[in-house]
């Protein structure tokens, strides 16, 4: 019989934390309600004590979704705990994760403490959790970087006080494969009492080996991987749970099983990448634009004679439907909605009566609407509410001709107008934007993304502007660029601190 490997989805936690990919609550339920469809056992919904709104997103999740353990993260702290636990009062499957640094450098430089006294902390905190939860996870930080034989202590410390589960993170991405892997070994073998817990996973990419590291961990014996939708996360991110359920459906001799349904991996990826402004790299695996594109003449010739002589995946396993209803402009409400649905969204009718008539402006300048645009119209409502709106915009730019940009904004009900030439289009519109919003900004990041491949295609921009010195950022999509640009501007203008 096959073993059981976990899936702890920490997409609205970890993933969360990366600048300018912060969720309203109604965008994380949605997510955590598509995360239940994937098939996830453990959503870590947030950090309560950071933030009344992570406080209140726990909540809600805990209340939108059934079968899958919420967990709330803490450090060693009462206080902490005792936030955790309330806001985990409506979850059916509760779970705290609380833990402190490990290393020596933690212990050093982050505590000013010594090992003992850290082992007599992480014990307080798992026994403390324990009073409120039946589940309790313990992370020693840094694990990747603690020497083998002081964490071993640790984890046979916690799993005494009453840990079900101990995290081994690879805080710094440090680890190489065989050296994680030799740790999860060695903690499996020196442990007393390992087998009253589950040994966790956390592995970042800063050196790009975070699934390599996990799949080390997992056939060394840990039995829960810590990962995010898209390998989303802090710096490089995290492990992705794409890659690690994919190598475990197509390694049949590991036999190991999750509980994903590998069909809703590519709707997930798309609804994540577009309600937080991420990007999917083209070449990401399993998920990017080119995961099963073939260009070399050699492998489409060996693909047209046998799609495994380069797939070891077929499409449709992770969710990609070459066949799957096209929208245009003569599709219908009922055809837009369940387009929504498959992607996992469900909106009002208010709200969807909203999106068909964006979508029907849209339809009207592309030949097809794909599943971006449809997600990119289902998350623009954010900006109905947004007290600077753009009424109108026109440029003039070309070949040897300075381009010029007239532009309109509505700021909470009141017109204003502006006119400027600049070096571009863009530039012209921005200096346009920047005679009426008269504020010391500063453009720090600049990208553009078309979603596909047609001319017509709606294009993303992403934009970072400093302002009193905080970093803010936006999100634009439109079919035309130039507009995509300055409603991103406009979108981190929004958000500048009164």
């Not at 490997?5 to 598509?34: H, M, S, W, Y």
């Not at 990448?273 to 010739?301: E, T």
């Not at 208010?350 to 300048?365: I, M, N, Q, R, S």
Request: with cysteine; glycine share 8%.
């Amino acid at each position: 019989m096959s073993d059981k490997l976990f899936i702890f989805d920490t997409t609205l936690r970890d993933g969360e934390q990366v600048p300018g990919c912060q969720l309203n609550t109604v965008e994380k339920i949605q997510v955590a309600r598509q995360l239940e469809a994937l098939g996830v056992d453990v959503i870590e919904a947030g950090f309560p004590i950071s933030s009344p709104g992570d406080f209140n997103s726990v909540i809600e999740i805990s209340k939108a979704v059934t079968w899958p353990t919420i967990c709330a993260l803490t450090r060693a702290v009462q206080k902490d705990i005792d936030v955790a636990a309330e806001a985990l009062q409506f979850a059916k499957h509760k779970r705290i994760h609380t833990g402190i640094g490990t290393s020596d450098s933690h212990i050093k430089y982050k505590f000013n403490s010594n090992r003992e006294e850290i082992i007599e902390r992480a014990v307080a905190a798992v026994k403390y959790a324990r009073r409120f939860v039946d589940d309790v996870e313990f992370y020693a930080e840094d694990a990747g970087r603690t020497d083998n034989e002081y964490l071993a202590r640790v984890v046979e410390a916690v799993i005494k006080a009453g840990a079900t589960v101990v995290n081994i993170p690879d805080t710094t991405g440090y680890c190489l494969p065989d050296e994680y892997g030799a740790k999860i070994r060695y903690l499996m073998e020196n442990v007393d009492g390992i087998h009253n817990a589950i040994l966790s996973t956390h592995c970042h990419n800063d050196l790009g080996m975070a699934t390599a590291n996990t799949m080390a961990g997992v056939l060394n014996g840990a039995r829960q991987v810590e990962v995010t939708i898209n390998g989303i996360g802090e710096r490089a991110g995290n492990t992705s749970l794409e890659e690690v359920a994919m190598i475990i459906k197509c390694h049949k001799d590991i036999d190991i099983e999750t509980n994903i349904n590998t069909q809703k991996i590519y709707p997930t990826s798309r609804m994540v990448s577009s309600l937080m402004n991420m990007p999917v790299q083209p070449n990401k695996a399993i998920v990017g634009r080119n995961a099963f594109a073939h260009s070399s003449g050699i492998h489409q010739d060996g693909v047209l004679k046998n799609v495994q002589t380069y797939e070891i995946i077929d499409p449709h396993d992770v969710g990609i439907d070459d066949s799957s209803i096209v929208l245009t402009a003569r599709s219908g409400r009922a055809a837009l909605k369940n387009r929504l649905q498959v992607l996992g969204v469900q909106l009002t009718q208010e709200k969807l009566d909203h999106v068909y008539e964006e979508f029907l402006k849209l339809a009207d300048k592309k030949k097809d609407i794909n599943d971006d645009d449809v997600l990119v119209l289902a998350g623009a409502d954010r900006t109905r509410n947004h007290r600077i709106k753009l009424e109108y915009l026109q440029v003039t730019s070309g070949v040897g001709v300075r381009s010029v940009a007239s532009l309109g904004l509505n700021i909470s009900g009141e017109k204003f107008e502006a006119a400027a030439s600049g070096n571009g289009p863009v530039d012209a519109a921005i200096k346009a934007l920047k005679k009426i919003i008269d504020r010391h900004m500063t453009l720090k990041e600049f990208t553009i993304q078309a979603i596909s491949k047609g001319s017509d295609d709606m294009g993303k921009v992403h934009m970072q502007v400093e302002y009193d010195n905080h970093v803010y950022y936006g999100f634009g999509a439109n079919t035309d660029i130039i507009a995509a640009s300055v409603e991103a501007y406009i979108d981190c203008i929004n958000k500048f601190k009164k």
